[in-house]
């Protein structure tokens, strides 16, 4: 699980929105799965172990997934518990937004 510090987690927050009104976000489990090619995956950590592992086995070749703590107030939508970024650019901009606790490269 990732906890992202204040000013990682507004900048993570602000490229979420830009997913989310430029429709290259992807809101719920259901619609995760039907959709074709993700490029990052931001799962609550409290999904059910069922949802999560139908996830990662319909999108393994995804190998971008972070487990957020409490993805609803990131999302501004309550209840939100998986979201899928399909823009490459904005998948970056977030993972380097949670990389700032992690070393080494983001691919």
Same mark, same amino acid.
């Given at each position: 699980?990732? @906890? *992202? ?5 507004? +900048? ?8 989310? +009104? ?5 809101? /719920?489990? #259901?619609?995760? *799965? ?12 409290? *999904?059910? #172990?069922?949802? +999560?592992? @139908? *996830? &990662? ?14 993805? /609803? ?5 309550? /209840? ?11 998948? &970056? ?5 949670? #990389?700032?606790?992690?070393? /080494?490269?983001?691919?």
């Amino acid at each position: 699980m990732i @906890k *992202l510090e204040t000013l990682q987690r507004a +900048k993570a927050r602000t490229y979420i929105g830009f997913a989310i +009104k430029s429709r290259t976000a992807i809101i /719920g489990t #259901d619609n995760i *799965l039907k959709c074709r090619r993700v490029n990052l995956l931001l799962i609550d950590e409290t *999904l059910s #172990d069922n949802a +999560k592992a @139908k *996830l &990662m086995s319909k999108h393994q070749d995804t190998n971008r997934c972070i487990t957020i703590d409490n993805l /609803g107030e990131l999302t501004s939508l309550e /209840g939100c518990k998986a979201l899928a970024i399909l823009n490459h650019n904005l998948a &970056m901009a977030i993972l380097k937004c949670a #990389d700032a606790h992690f070393e /080494g490269d983001v691919n």
